[in-house]
């Protein structure tokens, strides 16, 4: 390593030392104090999902249960190599990553980052290249930021994982996926992905990051648009996903 980039690599360690003593002492969720990212109560109430799962989504199952691959596995409706989350999209987590994307609350971008780093080191895999999974220009200018960006941004930074957020561009508005019925969902994003510079993917294992994984659709499109585009292999990871 060239003596200027040691020099750009010890001044960014620095800096991200100084950010972390620069994080407020009180729990973003709660407000209590703590000394942690999190205070111990709202920590207690988001679990994080342990094995048994899917080897390859990682859907969670009962204790007991042998890990085999799920029915969507089974049947190929995803297309990434391995998928994993942090914890159930429920209580204190669905409140923490509403918080985030519909209040713009900044403060919650650290736990959840925190989250995000610790499901992508259970994948047990590495990547090439950190992408945000994005939203329509419409969305992006109704809301003033992308939440997913935010996250893969800490990703990066912690992990030191280069970031593409130009890449993968979403090209069409779709309606919201929450109001429609699966099949609905996935005609609806059908094409709404779009990749810019392929160059820059050829034979990379590319991760998408996303703040909720929910039935799939979005992540099957993403990962079409990245592997037509020459991507090796799609790994994603979400803060939390829904059952
Ligand atoms: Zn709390
Ligand atoms: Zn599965």
Redesign the pocket.
């Known amino acids: 390593m060239g003596y200027l980039q040691r020099i750009a690599q010890l001044v960014g360690t620095a800096l991200n030392w100084a950010l972390d003593l620069l994080s407020p002492w009180v729990c973003p969720l709660c407000g209590s104090p703590t000394d942690d990212v999190l205070c111990e109560d709202c920590r207690g109430e988001i679990v994080p999902i342990l094995h048994p799962l ?1 080897p ?4 969670p199952y009962p204790r007991g249960v042998p890990e085999h ?2 029915r ?2 089974k049947d190929k409706e ?1 297309l990434f190599l391995r998928h994993r989350s942090f914890g159930i999209y429920e209580g204190k987590l669905r409140d923490a990553i509403q918080r985030l994307k519909y209040c713009g609350e900044r403060s919650l971008v650290q736990p959840l980052g925190e989250m995000l780093l610790s499901a992508y080191r259970l994948m047990d895999a590495e990547a090439d290249l950190v992408i945000p999974v994005p939203m329509s220009k419409g969305r992006l200018l109704e809301r003033g930021f992308n939440q997913s960006l935010l996250l893969a941004h800490y990703l990066s930074r912690k992990t030191g994982m280069p970031l593409r957020g130009d890449l993968l561009v979403k090209v069409r508005e779709t309606p919201p996926q929450a109001s429609l019925t699966a099949s609905q969902r996935r005609e609806n994003l059908k094409g709404a992905f779009s990749v810019r510079d392929p160059g820059a993917l050829k034979g990379k294992r590319v991760l998408p990051v996303d703040d909720v994984f929910t039935t799939g659709p979005t992540i099957r499109e993403a990962s079409k648009a990245l592997l037509q585009a020459g991507a090796g292999e799609v790994l994603e990871v979400t803060v939390a996903r829904s059952l």
């Open positions: 899917c390859c989504c990682g859907l691959l799920c969507a596995c995803y």
